[in-house]
């Protein structure tokens, strides 16, 4: 059974850092693109960052670019989000998500990010 | 890479189809035919329902179908049951590697 398990979400002040974590299990990770995707409370869903199998290739939205690096550890079975300069925009619940088939056919729970004062 | 544009809110009763659009542009939605829908139970994870435009993942319904005209691609749910009430999302490969996602649509049963 495939399972994605996020973990390190926190309240982190504005300009603050935080490392995300996706513990992967049940299939092969290096075979698969990992995606980082958010939810601001009560709206829609935002594609953040995706990384290519063996970490060689990582893109992101605008937004994210210079704050935000995505990588991973096929090893650990793990990939991650290293965030800085957080800012109150950034507040979301942080989903992790195996990419297939040019879509997320897997996601896990979420990991709740909180900038704030 | 702007969003993907959806309506709020759709609604059917039991046993109806009703049909979702997401409107793009040239960019996103018409230029790729990487189009997929999610459903999204309140406080649950998103699940994909569709990819490729038209292909449904194994154990989705076949109550569920997709389809793309130009820049507009569509989700229809026919049969609708209760436990399709839900929100769904577009979502399409924009190019130079990013991708976008619609605003949602919350889908009641009536």
């Known amino acids: 059974e495939v399972q994605l398990v996020e973990s390190g979400g926190d309240l982190v002040q504005p300009g603050g850092s935080l490392r995300l974590s996706c513990a992967a299990s049940g299939f092969t990770f290096s075979d698969y693109w990992m995606s980082w995707v958010r939810q601001a409370p009560g709206k829609g869903l935002e594609w953040v960052a995706n990384?290519?199998?063996?970490?060689?290739?990582?893109n992101y939205v605008d937004s994210a670019k210079g704050r935000f690096t995505i990588s991973r550890d096929n090893a650990k079975n793990s990939v991650y989000l290293q965030m800085n300069s957080l800012r109150v925009e950034d507040t979301a619940l942080y989903y992790c998500?195996?990419?297939?088939?040019?879509?997320?056919?897997?996601w896990g729970q979420g990991t709740l990010v909180t900038v704030s004062s | 890479q702007s969003a993907l544009t959806q309506p709020p809110s759709a609604s059917g009763s039991p046993g109806q189809s009703v049909t979702i659009s997401c409107t793009g542009t040239s960019s996103d939605i018409g230029g790729y035919d990487y189009v997929s829908w999610y459903q999204q139970h309140p406080g649950k994870a998103p699940k994909l329902m569709i990819y490729y435009v038209t292909k449904r993942p194994s154990g989705v319904p076949d109550r569920f179908s997709g389809s793309k005209s130009g820049n507009t691609a569509s989700l229809t749910v026919s049969g609708l049951q209760a436990e399709d009430e839900a929100d769904y999302y577009c979502s399409s490969f924009a190019g130079s590697a990013n991708w976008v996602f619609g605003g949602g649509t919350k889908l009641t049963v009536l």
């Open positions: 990384i290519r199998r063996d970490g060689s290739t990582k």
């Open positions: 998500a195996r990419e297939d088939n040019w879509s997320r056919n897997y």
